[in-house]
């Protein structure tokens, strides 16, 4: 199994520009997560979904969206890319939500310049 | 607001020694507490985890109690060495399980 595969691995966006970072677990996961972690930092929730078709915001949604179309993918998008939205981008998965071990992909990092 | 602190943020002892990081959190239906370790460029991984019926679990050189009155749970690493050293993060379950909110980080250095 590969779990969870994040792409790309490195992006480099210039400030206005938009991207997609790709998410997919193939282990019929329910639930579904996108954190980021600045340098130093924590792992801040962006957005998560509890199964196809339903999403939430987590603690800084803000300059970000998502979409659950299937349970296997669950892509982030970012629009007109700004200088904060620097960061390691990690998705992660989980058969019945937080209360159990969370499988995290390779990550993504982003630079905004 | 609904978060979890996470003390100390750097942490270094002697390889042998023991390490305590401690948590706090603020949401009183919290009921799952894991505990991720984070290698350079790697992703975080799981090492224990507790729930809120158990006060104290262990699992070889690592334990993880917790104090549901007073909100606060704490990892203990005995017997410390070198391949310990890593960030290690706390975290714990908003909204009836389906967040899981993590502590800033403790980075920990064992010496040799």
């Known amino acids: 199994n590969a779990g969870v595969t994040q792409t790309p691995k490195f992006r480099i966006l210039k400030i206005g520009q938009s991207m997609t970072l790709q998410c997919t677990q193939d282990?019929?996961?329910?639930?579904m997560y996108w954190y980021r972690q600045d340098p130093g930092m924590g792992l801040k929730l962006i957005y998560y979904?509890?199964?196809?078709?339903?999403?939430d915001k987590g603690e800084v949604p803000n300059g970000y969206n998502v979409s659950r179309s299937t349970t296997e993918d669950f892509p982030l998008r970012l629009e007109l890319a700004a200088p904060s939205q620097t960061s390691v981008y990690f998705c992660?998965?989980?058969?019945?939500?937080?209360?159990?071990?969370?499988?995290f992909g390779s990550g993504t990092q982003l630079s905004v310049l | 607001g609904e978060n979890v602190e996470q003390h100390p943020s750097t942490l270094s002892v002697q390889e042998g020694d023991s390490a305590v990081i401690k948590c706090t959190y603020s949401?009183?239906?919290?009921?799952?507490f894991p505990w991720y370790k984070q290698e350079l460029g790697k992703r975080p991984q799981l090492i224990i985890d507790?729930?809120?019926?158990?006060g104290e679990k262990k699992d070889q050189r690592i334990a993880v109690t917790l104090n549901k009155t007073a909100k606060h749970f704490s990892l203990h690493i005995t017997e410390t060495q070198p391949e310990d050293s890593a960030v290690y993060f706390c975290?714990?379950?908003?909204?009836?399980?389906?967040?899981?909110?993590f502590g800033a980080g403790t980075i920990l250095r064992v010496k040799s």
């Open positions: 979904s509890v199964g196809a078709g339903i999403t």
């Open positions: 975290a714990a379950t908003l909204e009836y399980g389906n967040k899981l909110v």
């Open positions: 282990m019929n996961h329910n639930y």
């Open positions: 949401d009183s239906a919290s009921n799952y």
């Open positions: 507790i729930r809120s019926n158990v």
């Open positions: 992660a998965s989980s058969y019945w939500g937080a209360n159990e071990k969370l499988f």
